[in-house]
C-alpha cells in the first residue's frame, strides 16, 4: 500500500514538471495553440518589393537650393544715395549758397567762396574758374536780377562736365562677352564693388561671370565667392598666390563657353612699385585679350583720400588705360570736389559712385542729381 502511494505523488510531480516546461516555452515565443472560439489573425512576411521600396512616411533629405537675392534696380538705387549724398555733402552747397546771397559780396566774401570749394577738394584751377565765372555772372546779371543758386547750380554742372560719356561698356562684340578689368589699391573698397556691379547687371537680367584674379589675398577671394553666391553668379577662382592672369583668362573662356553678357575681373592692389605693378596688369590684359577684347577698365579710388587718391590715379593711368572711376565712401569725411579733381587728373569720367555699405548702395554717377545733393534740392 505505501508504495502505491510513492507511485503515485511520482506520477503527480512528473505532471506538474512537465506543465510548467510547456509554460516555460510558450513565454520564450512558442505559439500557444488558439482556444476553440476564437479567430486567428496571420499577418503575411513583406514582399520583396516592399522590403527594397523607401517608406513613404520618412523621404530622404534633399539639399535645399540657396535663396537667391534679387538686387535693386537703378532707379530706387539713384533715389537712396541722392537722398545719402545730401545728407553728407549739404553742408557745402549751403555754405556756398549763403555766401552768395549777401547784400553786398565784397572781396573778403570771395575769398570764402574760394576758400569752401578748395576745402572741398574741389582743386586750384578749377576753384579759380568757378569764382571767376561767378563774379562775371553775378556783376553782369547783378541788381537782383540774377537767382544766386541757378547760377551757382549751373557752374556746378558745369564743372562735373556733363558732357563725358558715363555709360558702362560692358558689352562684347561678335557674341563675345564685354569684359569689364577693375583694378585699384588694397583697401579702397575693389572687392566690394565688384561684388557690387555683378548686381546692378543681374537686376538688368544681364548674364555674369565673375573672375577672382586678386589671388595674393584669400580674404578678397572668398568675399568675391559670397557676392556671387548670393545673386547666383559664377566665380571663377584658382589656387592661393596662383598666377592672376591664369584666373583671369579662365574667367574669359568661362564667359565665351556660357554666352555669358559680361565677365568683370577683380585684380590684385598692390603698389610695392610701379614696375611690378605694370608688368602684372599689362599680363592679365594681354592674356585676356586672347580670347576676347578688354571692353572697360574701372578704377576704384577711396574718396575720403582725397590728394592721395589722385596720387594712385596717376600711378594706375599710366600702367593701363583707365577708362572710368568708381568713387567709393563718398559719404561721412568724403569731400565732393573729389569727383571734379579725379575727372581732371585723368580726363575720365566717373561712372559710379557709393554711398554706403549695403550690398546695392552703388550707383550711376549723374551730375545734375549731384550737385542738386550738394545743393539740397
Known amino acids: 500500500m505505501g508504495e502505491l502511494l510513492y507511485l ?4 503527480a510531480v512528473l505532471g506538474v514538471l512537465l506543465v510548467v516546461g510547456l509554460l516555460a516555452r510558450t513565454r520564450r515565443g512558442r505559439p500557444v495553440p488558439p482556444r476553440a472560439g476564437t479567430d486567428v489573425v496571420t499577418t503575411p512576411p513583406p514582399t520583396e518589393a516592399e522590403v527594397e521600396a523607401p517608406s513613404e512616411a520618412a523621404p530622404p533629405a534633399e539639399a535645399q537650393a540657396p535663396t537667391l537675392e534679387k538686387p535693386e534696380g537703378t532707379a530706387s538705387r539713384m533715389q537712396r544715395l541722392r537722398a ?16 552768395l546771397s549777401r547784400d553786398r559780396l565784397d572781396e573778403d566774401t570771395w575769398e570764402s567762396i574760394e576758400d569752401t570749394l578748395l576745402t572741398a577738394d574741389v582743386g586750384v584751377a578749377p576753384t579759380q574758374q568757378v569764382v571767376e565765372n561767378l563774379r562775371t555772372r553775378l556783376r553782369v546779371e547783378g541788381d537782383g536780377a540774377a537767382d544766386p543758386r541757378s547760377v551757382l547750380r549751373e557752374e556746378l554742372v558745369g564743372l562735373v562736365d556733363p558732357t563725358m560719356d558715363r555709360r ?8 563675345k562677352p564685354g569684359v569689364v ?42 568675399q568675391l565667392a559670397t557676392w556671387g553666391e548670393r545673386v547666383g553668379v559664377e566665380v571663377v577662382r584658382g589656387p592661393e598666390g596662383g598666377d592672376p592672369a591664369s584666373v583671369a583668362f579662365e574667367a574669359v573662356r568661362s564667359g565665351v563657353e556660357r554666352v555669358a553678357d559680361t565677365v568683370i575681373v577683380d585684380t590684385a592692389g598692390r603698389l610695392q612699385n610701379k614696375a611690378g605693378l605694370m608688368d602684372e596688369l599689362g599680363k592679365v590684359k594681354r592674356v585676356i585679350e586672347k580670347q576676347a577684347p578688354v571692353t572697360e577698365v574701372l578704377l576704384v579710388l577711396d574718396a575720403t583720400t582725397g590728394q592721395n587718391g589722385l596720387i594712385q590715379a596717376r600711378v594706375f593711368s599710366e600702367v593701363v588705360n583707365v577708362t572710368g572711376i ?17 575727372q ?32 539740397g534740392s
Open 84 to 99: 545719402r549724398l545730401a545728407g553728407s555733402q549739404g553742408g557745402f552747397g549751403k555754405g556756398l549758397l549763403a555766401l
Open 8 to 11: 503515485i505523488v511520482a506520477i
Open 181 to 222: 578689368l577693375v583694378v585699384g589699391v588694397n583697401g579702397s573698397g575693389k572687392t566690394t564693388t565688384v561684388g557690387k556691379i555683378a548686381r546692378i547687371l543681374v537686376a538688368e537680367d544681364k548674364t555674369v561671370v565673375l573672375g577672382a584674379a586678386d589671388t595674393f589675398r584669400a580674404a578678397a577671394v572668398d
Open 168 to 175: 558702362l561698356q560692358i558689352s562684347g562684340a561678335d557674341g
Open 326 to 342: 568708381v568713387l567709393t565712401k563718398l559719404d561721412g569725411s568724403a569731400k565732393g570736389g573729389i569727383v571734379v579733381a579725379v
Open 344 to 375: 581732371r587728373e585723368l580726363g575720365v569720367p566717373v561712372k559710379l559712385v557709393g554711398l554706403g555699405e549695403g550690398p546695392d548702395d552703388l550707383a550711376p554717377f549723374d551730375p545734375g542729381a549731384f550737385v542738386d545733393a550738394m545743393l
